[in-house]
């Protein structure tokens, strides 16, 4: 059973009550479309579990398969720099199949960044050890494929299409 390295924790993008009884956590890369399919799913089980659930992301861009993967997570990382990593999380699975260089500056715009910070931040030494960090934890955490879902700890091995039946037990 592959268990969460580290645990969840206060370098983690999360969203939901804190003293949620469910917490969920995924591994996910912004140009994986399983991901995307994910996305939906989570979504939809935030709206049934309200504040019983807190989701956190990690990135684990498939930067050999996915040619944008690391420049959207630096994207979302710059992002939660000026509080706004979630509006960038859903905006860049909502326009997937849109992703390249020229979308993360438009993204930025619409969230209303300071699109000088945005982009110095995106070259940022720190905002890559972020993102290598949670690749690491991946790793660690036994993580060999997008979307890796991790439930109160222990990874999740079922269908992630059927993660939100397996959360309302």
């Given at each position: 059973m592959h268990t969460l390295i580290p645990p969840a924790n206060a370098l983690d993008h999360a969203t939901g009550a804190e003293q949620a009884t469910i917490e969920l956590v995924?591994?996910?890369?912004?140009?994986?479309?399983?991901?995307?399919e994910a996305f939906f799913i989570v979504k939809e089980i935030q709206h049934q579990l309200g504040d019983k659930l807190r989701f956190i992301f990690r990135n684990f861009p498939l930067s050999e398969a996915h040619e944008y993967a690391m420049d959207a997570a630096l994207a979302a990382e710059a992002a939660a720099l000026q509080q706004q990593f979630w509006p960038m999380h859903d905006a860049l699975y909502n326009r997937q199949s849109d992703l390249d260089e020229a979308l993360l500056v438009i993204l930025a715009t619409e969230l209303g960044l300071d699109l000088q910070k945005f982009s110095d931040d995106m070259d940022s030494p720190r905002l890559l050890s972020k993102v290598e960090a949670d690749f690491e934890s991946g790793v660690r955490s036994g993580v060999n494929g997008t979307p890796t879902f991790y439930v109160n700890g222990k990874r999740y091995d079922g269908d992630y299409q059927n993660l939100a039946s397996f959360l309302a037990r």
């Amino acid at each position: 059973m592959h268990t969460l390295i580290p645990p969840a924790n206060a370098l983690d993008h999360a969203t939901g009550a804190e003293q949620a009884t469910i917490e969920l956590v995924e591994y996910g890369d912004f140009q994986c479309p399983y991901c995307r399919e994910a996305f939906f799913i989570v979504k939809e089980i935030q709206h049934q579990l309200g504040d019983k659930l807190r989701f956190i992301f990690r990135n684990f861009p498939l930067s050999e398969a996915h040619e944008y993967a690391m420049d959207a997570a630096l994207a979302a990382e710059a992002a939660a720099l000026q509080q706004q990593f979630w509006p960038m999380h859903d905006a860049l699975y909502n326009r997937q199949s849109d992703l390249d260089e020229a979308l993360l500056v438009i993204l930025a715009t619409e969230l209303g960044l300071d699109l000088q910070k945005f982009s110095d931040d995106m070259d940022s030494p720190r905002l890559l050890s972020k993102v290598e960090a949670d690749f690491e934890s991946g790793v660690r955490s036994g993580v060999n494929g997008t979307p890796t879902f991790y439930v109160n700890g222990k990874r999740y091995d079922g269908d992630y299409q059927n993660l939100a039946s397996f959360l309302a037990r």
